[in-house]
């Protein structure tokens, strides 16, 4: 039997103590004496959100199917259980065998939100691991970070040993040869820090140094280390169907986020959404082939349990082979009960025809991804999306008997005018309009439209990562006076406008698009007492912007400041694949709201095919 790291008497004390004991079905069992790496997977976030992370899935998979590695699993303890450990001394322990962290050889974080950065720190001082890279000493875990956030590490460079840029099972089995090989070899930590900067895609920031210039902007960047190569080159797999993927992932204790067996049938995407970070970095589109979906789909039901399955992807619609693996999961699921999660599917006849099999239509509604009112802005942002094929869609959806609709938009866009906020109201009420059109007695009810918008946010590695973000006064200001407009539609009491904390938008900005001065800023604000920042009961802006101040930083400095191409951005040691002369390009596309044609109808050179070895827009 395993012993608990928690007692019953301390489980008993706090919310949800599944979160703490693991024990999960599909939870793979070694003994850590048998084995020469261990590795603890940390989602900086509580349980629920992190059990629901695909990519952790993934690599826990993959790294177990090794039988010199055992990969465990760790997770942000909710505050309650925060509080508890730190009272009784209890250091954070890993699910599988409730070791400490500290034990390990590794610790890799995956960093999917800036807002989670502070609890990259709870999970360092839980762990009793040295906050900062350069104070840790032989006996601690090499702390590595991966993920999307891992594009700018900048402002949390100073905490990490290492970084890996990319794609996980590209290089993860080197790198745990190569440090498995030092470590039989007596190699000290600084030794085994320079053999790993040697693999391509790693990132070791002690290595680098940065210096300023007099205005606050990046002068130099450069390495430090002869072993640390001038650009990390980003790391991507080129044949999704015979790379690792999980045919028996793990089953929750309690219920998650996303409680459901996840399938993911390609990545990247065609559509060059200009906002849009992921569809940049996981260039190209790469497709698993429909007879392994299938093959994946019935092992991993059978091996969970699992009553829902959905199809992951940027843009499902545009998987070659959809119709055929819907219809096939439609047979195969319907028989067995289990219900098809099917989003960022284009609402066609094919989707809804689909959705009319898989969803009560009087209980579901449906959801569309304008991102803007204006066909201007739609044009700016390179949305490909025209309001006559938005009417069509939801006036289908209608007549299919849908009568709840969803809309996303994002203000503060670049180039964006009172004019282009104005028409994401008038486009509600059309839409609501459409509803009306249909005879009284062929409706299903009335009409409910909800209309959301979050704050656009410039992401690193994007056409728009030179723009300024709006300032949370111009924020403030975009979404009283589109509050104002959607009052004064016809429908209006059909419409209900929803929107996002502003604040927290900022600080998104913020730690976005920092630099290592940052560091310290996320350090004040974390001892000021910010954790779990992505929670609005635990959010205290007041004390970020405390912790800027006592730095001497300004927030619209990072945020609300245009860039100019000559300007060294704190990411641009990265090479993605996707050329900086392609983002400036389509940038000024943008500017004058220039439309740039999918992967499918037109290469546009951005280099991602070339560095794949795939045909460019094909996925295959």
Not at 358 to 375: C, H, M, Y
Not at 494 to 505: A, D, F
Not at 596 to 615: D, I
Request: charged share 30%.
């Amino acid at each position: 039997m395993r012993k608990l790291a928690v007692s019953d008497e301390i489980l008993l004390t706090i919310d949800k103590p599944a979160r703490y004991i693991g024990n999960e079905y599909n939870m793979v069992v070694k003994n850590p004496k048998e084995v020469d790496v261990r590795f603890c997977m940390c989602f900086p976030d509580v349980y629920e959100i992190g059990m629901s992370h695909l990519g952790i899935q993934i690599l826990y998979d993959m790294f177990n199917k090794r039988e010199d590695v055992y990969c465990e699993r760790v997770y942000s303890p909710w505050p309650d259980m925060d509080r508890a450990m730190r009272e009784h001394k209890i250091p954070l322990f890993a699910l599988e065998s409730q070791d400490p962290v500290k034990a390990f050889d590794f610790l890799g974080i995956t960093l999917q939100y800036e807002m989670c950065y502070t609890n990259i720190l709870q999970i360092l001082e839980l762990s009793g691991i040295p906050f900062y890279a350069t104070d840790r000493s032989e006996e601690d875990p090499i702390v590595i970070g991966g993920g999307p956030c891992a594009y700018n590490p900048e402002p949390i460079a100073d905490f990490f040993d290492i970084f890996y840029i990319g794609e996980g099972e590209t290089k993860y089995d080197e790198l745990l040869d190569a440090y498995k090989e030092m470590k039989k070899n007596g190699a000290s930590r600084r030794e085994i820090l320079e053999g790993l900067a040697q693999i391509e895609g790693i990132y070791v920031p002690q290595f680098y140094e940065v210096s300023y210039k007099d205005d606050g902007t990046i002068e130099t960047f450069k390495a430090v280390n002869q072993y640390a190569p001038e650009r990390i080159v980003r790391q991507a797999v080129t044949d999704v169907t015979n790379s690792s993927y999980p045919e028996k992932p793990l089953v929750p204790l309690m219920r998650v986020t996303q409680d459901r067996v996840v399938l993911e049938i390609q990545r990247g995407c065609i559509r060059g959404c200009r906002f849009c970070q992921a569809g940049m970095l996981y260039r190209p589109i790469r497709e698993r082939d429909v007879n392994r979906l299938k093959e994946l789909a019935d092992k991993m039901l059978e091996a969970t349990g699992q009553e829902e399955i959905s199809l992951s992807s940027l843009s499902s619609s545009d998987y070659t082979d959809l119709k055929e693996l819907v219809y096939y999961l439609i047979d195969e699921c319907g028989s067995k009960g289990v219900n098809i999660s099917l989003p960022s599917l284009r609402i066609d006849a094919f989707a809804l025809d689909v959705m009319s099999k898989v969803q009560d239509i009087r209980k579901s509604s449906l959801t569309f991804a304008p991102e803007a009112g204006s066909q201007r802005m739609r044009n700016v942002i390179n949305k490909g999306l025209t309001e006559e094929v938005i009417l069509k869609g939801a006036m289908d959806a209608f007549r299919g008997g849908w009568n709840r609709v969803k809309l996303y938009f994002m203000l503060g866009l670049p180039t964006e005018t009172e004019e282009d906020i104005e028409q994401i109201a008038v486009l509600s009420d059309r839409i609501a309009r459409e509803y009306y059109t249909i005879p009284k007695d062929e409706r299903n009810g009335k009409v409910q439209i909800v209309s959301s918008t979050s704050f656009f946010v410039p992401k690193p590695f994007t056409p728009f990562q030179w723009t300024r973000m709006a300032t949370p006064e111009e924020f403030l200001q975009k979404q009283r006076f589109l509050k104002g407009k959607m009052k004064e539609q016809l429908n209006a009491k059909s419409i209900k406008y929803n929107w996002h904390e502003v604040e927290l938008s900022a600080l998104e900005g913020l730690l976005a698009r920092g630099d290592r001065k940052l560091s310290k800023v996320i350090m004040d604000a974390y001892k000021d007492g910010c954790m779990f920042d992505s929670w609005s009961e635990y959010f205290v802006y007041e004390k970020w912007m405390r912790a800027l101040e006592n730095n001497h930083l300004d927030i619209n400095f990072y945020t609300a400041r245009e860039r100019s191409y000559d300007e060294i951005l704190p990411w641009d040691f990265i090479d993605i694949k996707v050329s900086k002369k392609f983002l400036e390009r389509e940038y000024e596309q943008a500017k004058k709201a220039v439309v740039t044609p999918n992967c499918r109808q037109n290469c546009s050179g951005c280099g991602a095919a070339v560095f794949s070895g795939t045909k460019c827009g094909s996925g295959r």
